[in-house]
Nanobody, 125 residues
Framework: QVQLVESGGDSVQAGGSLRLSCAAS????????MGWFRQAPGKEREGVAW???????GYADSVKGRVTISKDNDKNTLYLQMNSLKPEDTAMYYC???????????????????WGQGTQVTVSS
């Protein structure tokens, strides 16, 4: 069974940085569309970034320029480097995987088949 395990969430001050990790098993991150999502209390889950299995990358406008998504194929792990964090970045962050290599609308949650349990990011002003 596919497992996605997130880690790296923490409480930081505005302007700080965090790197989130998503360790995957029974899915190959190098050849699968993978994404990062977040959900703040009382808000809908929103797409943050995606990385396709054919090399494409995309970001939400709200994080563009502050966030970098990457993969370590040897470790079968997906990362999200977040810099210049803002209080509005506070949310539970989730890793997700599709069942195909291309993303085609990578910021939309409904097309992802597998989800991790999430890691909490809290940014204080």
């Amino acid at each position: 069974q596919v497992q996605l395990v997130e880690s790296g969430g923490d409480s930081v001050q505005a302007g700080g940085s965090l790197r989130l990790s998503c360790a995957a098993s029974r899915v190959t991150v190098s050849s699968t569309c993978m994404g990062w999502f977040r959900q703040a209390p009382g808000k809908e889950r929103e797409g943050v970034a995606w990385f396709s299995g054919v090399g494409g990358i995309g970001y939400a406008d709200s994080v563009k320029g502050r966030v970098t998504i990457s993969k370590d194929n040897d470790k079968n792990t997906l990362y999200l480097q977040m810099n210049s964090l803002k209080p509005e970045d506070t949310a539970m962050y989730y890793c997700a995987a599709k069942t195909r290599n291309y993303c085609g609308g990578g910021l939309y949650a409904q097309d992802y088949a597998y989800w991790g349990q999430g890691t909490q990011v809290t940014v204080s002003s």
